[in-house]
């Protein structure tokens, strides 16, 4: 029978961290680090802090995703998923200002130990990938490595890997959650098709047709101004007159593409139209008190994006400065395989529409703006 007096040991740092199982992982193929010069081991270091921020990451989209992924939203959700999106923006800025320390790494410096990491690639970060796929990349948008699919990659890596069974499981998970809708690009789309406009939501009475009307005003206002432009510049003789009119149409045009969703399947037109005139409406009227925090989440969600470019951006101009346009460890092109995942955009409508965005004099006004207020008790 246990002593009921006996107390547990209280906590302390060291454990509580499992520092010393932390510090002893450092030792990479050489098994510990009395082998490794001081660049192989910072090399080492920088990449599993990277590794853990992303891990970080990956819960924070995880618990962001899980707010939304109901039919509903409560208002009080909103505040949530921002914070969480928000951290993980922090945590990407802080990895790009990161970068600041693998620089410290000449070039010989790394090439003293470079060898050793071939066939071994950044390409087969499991997490990276499963960063892409909660996010909502496409598969169409995945960069090859060669030849090679990324997550078909790591599946065969995974074949003869210790840790491959765990690493290819964590995908496989992503891209279940996935398919079953589970993304933030997903999520994103399905609340912005619910939002109120001018006061009618979906399943209402007449919501279409109150949607188009906004929708038809919109342009009308957004045609007027670009004409309004187009003939400034044109009378000012920056451009031929008829090639600076030329744009603005174009411009127009594109607006009235967009907002008719004519780039997306006939499926699922419907909800991509609704969710883009929904982004418009929370853009063009952020100024009514409802609509402060869908604002702040969009914007949340383009500075997470903004900052994931920025990374990927960064890591490149890094690699570079280090080892130039030489052949990456695993055999990719390097640099020019890097630069191109710069290019990739998942929230595109979130981008899109700050092109059809108008002063706020220009706008058309809101109709039920009482709507959209705070309730007075």
Do not use: C
């Amino acid at each position: 029978m246990s002593d009921p007096t006996s107390t547990a040991p209280l906590p302390n740092y060291w454990d509580y961290l499992q520092l010393e199982s932390l510090l002893s992982l450092q030792g990479g193929v050489d098994g510990g680090e009395e082998a490794l010069v001081a660049d192989e081991l910072l090399f080492i270091i920088i990449h599993q802090t990277y590794e853990l921020w992303f891990k970080m990451v990956l819960r924070e989209l995880r618990e962001a995703i899980g707010a939304f992924r109901t039919a509903r939203v409560p208002e009080e959700t909103v505040p949530h998923a921002v914070h969480h999106l928000r951290r993980v923006s922090t945590i990407l800025r802080h990895a790009v200002a990161q970068f600041e320390v693998m620089e410290t790494l000449t070039p010989q410096d790394f090439l003293g130990f470079r060898d050793k990491l071939a066939p071994a690639s950044g390409f087969q970060s499991h997490q990276m990938r499963e960063l892409e796929i909660l996010l909502g990349l496409r598969a169409s948008q995945r960069e090859t490595y060669g030849q090679t699919d990324a997550l078909a990659h790591i599946r065969e890596l995974a074949k003869n890997s210790p840790g491959g069974a765990s690493a290819w499981g964590r995908v496989l998970a992503a891209s279940a959650a996935a398919d079953e809708g589970g993304t933030l690009r997903r999520v994103v789309r399905d609340w912005l098709s619910r939002t109120p406009i001018d006061g009618s939501s979906p399943g209402d009475a007449g919501d279409e047709a109150v949607v188009a009307t906004f929708v038809t005003g919109y342009l009308r206002a957004l045609e007027g101004w670009q004409e309004e432009q187009a003939e400034r510049l044109a009378s000012a003789g920056i451009a031929p007159p008829d090639a600076i009119r030329e744009k603005f149409a174009a411009a127009t045009a594109g607006a009235r593409a967009f907002l008719g969703a004519e780039d997306v399947g006939e499926a699922m037109r419907p909800t991509a139209r609704r969710a883009r005139a929904g982004l418009l409406y929370i853009e063009s009227h952020r100024q009514l008190p409802l609509l402060a925090w869908p604002r702040l989440l969009v914007d949340t969600v383009v500075e997470l994006e903004e900052q994931l470019v920025l990374w990927r951006n960064r890591h490149a101009r890094m690699v570079e400065r280090i080892i130039g346009r030489r052949v990456g460890t695993g055999g990719s092109s390097g640099v020019e395989y890097l630069d191109r995942t710069t290019h990739a955009r998942i929230f595109t409508d979130l981008w899109t529409v700050r092109t059809l965005l108008l002063p706020k004099d220009r706008v058309p006004p809101a109709r039920n703006e009482a709507f959209y207020r705070f309730a007075t008790p």
